[in-house]
């Protein structure tokens, strides 16, 4: 049951994404609200689902945007791969995994977005990319992590209350 909340949850922040906080922009980046649900879910509920969760979260992206499929998917599972190494040997601080996963994550999305567009082709300047997508977004994510870590942290309690031992 708790994997079918994290799905809608993924679903309901990639409609969000798509229609409105993508209109939100900051020079030519936009948040990244399913990275953000993604990290909250993982640094929340703690289990091996998460693997699924990014897995799902990467084909629903990749399915909305024009990017192959694989791109977002690769790109969320490393997000993944990097939220359980940190959680479990690195740090103990939830917020300071919080921030640094959505630096490093906000980073690893559109870097390969980047990558991708550079190895088919397509003339970009890497200085004005990083300066006015890369950056941008990363401003963005780190701007909403907290009220999405609040929010993913209340559904989630509202959802699976927290029993009191007596």
Do not use: K
Request: net charge negative; charged share 10%; proline share 4%.
């Amino acid at each position: 049951m708790r994997n079918l909340l994290g799905f809608f949850l993924l679903a309901i922040a990639l409609i969000f994404q798509t229609t409105i906080i993508g209109r939100i922009t900051l020079l030519q980046g936009t948040a990244d609200l399913v990275l953000l649900v993604l990290l909250a879910w993982i640094l929340r509920e703690r289990r091996e689902a998460d693997w699924q969760a990014a897995l799902i979260a990467g084909l629903m992206v990749g399915l909305a945007s024009a990017l192959p499929i694989w791109l977002p998917i690769v790109g969320y599972l490393l997000i993944a791969g990097l939220a359980h190494m940190f959680q479990g040997q690195v740090w103990q601080v939830p917020w300071l995994t919080l921030f640094t996963l959505t630096f490093i994550g906000s980073i690893i999305i559109r870097g390969l977005s980047l990558f991708y567009l550079t190895v088919i082709g397509t003339p970009l300047d890497f200085g004005e990319a990083f300066n006015l997508v890369i950056l941008p977004t990363t401003i963005l994510n780190l701007f909403l992590t907290l009220p999405v870590f609040g929010l993913i942290g209340e559904i989630t309690n509202w959802f699976y209350p927290i029993e009191e031992e007596s």
